[in-house]
């Protein structure tokens, strides 16, 4: 498999595991993904341009500071419509987010002290997209972030979840998963709140 395929599949699924794109648009999608990784025509989906921009940018970085989170997020989707201002992290009260049916991610207050704890983790890169997208930084894209500096240390193959096996994928940020690697990486507490 070439990397521009890789690439392809990772762009597609990266959004489509999140519904960012429904699966009855595979066809169209990927052939306007391949057309802009070729260069041949251009590309009017916001977030296929911003995961190219994105790959460029954590390519010349492989393991990114705060400041660079923050870039890549505001590289990605300064042009996309999404519920945050790109590049912003949480920071107030008011920025609570639901990660899923049962779970609140930290509280804005903590985010930039916990994602210095996750610059200095040295963990296998699937346990560092678990810690990022346990702290999710932001108020929207954090999966898609995470997943393109997952491909980055790793690979796209192994960063390249399948939007036919989202449970699964999903079911690697369950409260277990999720605070073996809080403890991994030497953070005491979880700072998430859990619907009781």
Not at 28 to 49: F, H, N, P, T
Not at 99 to 105: E, S
Not at 168 to 195: C, H, M, P, Q
Request: glycine share 6%; hydrophobic share 35%.
């Amino acid at each position: 498999m070439s990397i521009k395929l890789d690439f392809e599949n990772f762009i597609w699924h990266s959004c489509a595991i999140e519904e960012v794109w429904p699966p009855e648009v595979e066809t169209d999608m990927r052939e306007e993904i391949k057309m802009a990784i070729l260069g041949e025509r251009y590309v009017y989906d916001q977030d296929i341009k911003g995961h190219m921009r994105g790959w460029k940018y954590i390519q010349r970085i492989k393991r990114p500071t705060v400041a660079q989170v923050s870039e890549l997020h505001k590289t990605m989707f300064e042009f996309c419509d999404i519920d945050c201002v790109p590049g912003m992290m949480r920071n107030l009260d008011k920025n609570i987010v639901k990660v899923n049916k049962d779970y609140f991610a930290p509280h804005p207050d903590k985010v930039v002290e916990l994602l210095n704890k996750w610059v200095e983790f040295e963990g296998e890169p699937i346990e560092r997209h678990i810690l990022f997208e346990h702290i999710h930084p932001f108020t929207d894209g954090n999966g898609r972030v995470g997943r393109l500096m997952l491909a980055a240390e790793a690979s796209f193959r192994k960063a390249t979840f399948k939007h036919e096996n989202r449970e699964k994928y999903f079911k690697l940020f369950n409260s277990e998963s999720r605070r073996a690697v809080l403890t991994k990486a030497g953070i005491r507490k979880d700072y998430g709140k859990y619907k009781k």
